[in-house]
């Protein structure tokens, strides 16, 4: 693991690791916040998922949750959205190849040698995380944005347990009637539409649901909405009695600006979950 | 004036919009944050110049500020830090020509025909922000970052009774006496050195000093700190017996990261002096 930056914020460390990964058969690039608690002990977990054509980069300087994660002693995980790399396929479409990995694991060529995100999200990342760095694996939260959003929702309904609270800005919630994952999952999973089922979030909380607090906001100017479909996912909410929340937001968009205007409420919401006797 | 962008925010809108400038003779683009307050008349604005290499847009998207300026009810205004386009001077150092105007008129060829900097700041974009937009022009306060912190002291020093307040982040407070500075104001200002004086924060406090607070943060690990000169400040202003804070804060570097760790102290310092009667 090779360290490619650190820079002191909020009292803690944000810092850029790179290293060689399995799953993916290529370097992946991941940012860390740890707050200045990690000092003392292991300290709860957030993941922060991130949307199309996004890096690691982009909601690690932009988002603003460095703020609240330091208030509540929480450390931030911002992972990449997909492989990279020359060796790596792509399109020239923005939603499919690197930046767009739908957080799947890929079975069809070209993809599947390097389209693992599913297996290094839910499995090499936190193994990497809990060898190297003082985090608290037992107080595992998720949220993200967009295929991010999409990415925390299907994790944790279908990972029972590992994480104690789920939010998401804007997701994409029901990939399978949608062209933001029709498109993809055709791509990346095949033809056979019930290898889809398992990774969309209305048909996961129709069958699942989850064992912990959710909290969602959407704009309602979000210029992607009909692609979201939150409806989908605020019917089966409903259907299943699933506590959550799910916020329309009045006037956001898609954007960052959005996505940070709300990031104190949905950190608060962790926050609550995470240290929860 | 063309609306580029507008994005809801914080309860606001962030803004941004092109205008062709007289000063500087092409077409700029600056960011305006409006707090949700301004629908009901005129609030008090904040003024935020950027560094080297940055547009209006780094700080808009990388600082923060949103979040507590509309807590405050301030407007904050993002300008560029250069003149812009092909039929303008440029340099292939990240510290000269576009992205680099230092706030000053340049007086010599190639740049005195677009580089205007100062009038545009301090005359231009002001009267243009005043007719078009709900700003209580009396209350003004400025700020920025690097380059943009000597831009935000020199204005404000140099302007009396246009700001109630300035701070900086990590600014360039001797530039004629820094790599960061001689080149720029030879360049733009010629060899004669007494025409760099009125652009030197240090020498004006010397001179003239502030009439308001100011505050001032500089990382301790600051990679560029000799080329800050935070001492020649620091002189000047015990010296003078300004009233002022100059703070160090241990561990903090040049980057976003530690300008964003320290905004809503700065925001919180300004809403201050703005709404003091």
Known sequence: MELLSENKCFGGQQAVYKHASTSCSCDMTFGLFLPEESRDGPVPVLWFLSGLTCTHENAMIKAGAQAWAAEQGIALVFPD???????????????LGQGAGFYVNATHAPWA???KMWDYIATELP????????LDMERQAITGHSMGGHGALTLAMSLPGRFKSVSAFAPISNPTQ?????????AYLGDDESKWTAHDASLLMQEKGFDG????DTGSDDQFYDLLKPEAFAEAVAKRRQPATLRLQRG??????????FM???????????YAE
Do not use: C, M
């Open 81 to 95: 959205t997909s492989p990279r790399g020359a060796a790596v396929a792509n399109d020239d479409a923005y939603d």
């Open 113 to 115: 040698a390097h389209f």
């Open 127 to 134: 193994e990497l995380l809990a060898e190297n760095f003082p």
């Open 178 to 186: 949608s062209d933001w994952g029709r498109k993809q999952f055709t």
């Open 213 to 216: 607090p959710i909290l969602i």
């Open 252 to 261: 956001y968009d898609h954007s960052y600006f959005f996505v940070s205007t």
């Open 264 to 274: 104190e409420d949905h950190i608060t919401f962790h926050a609550e979950a995470l």
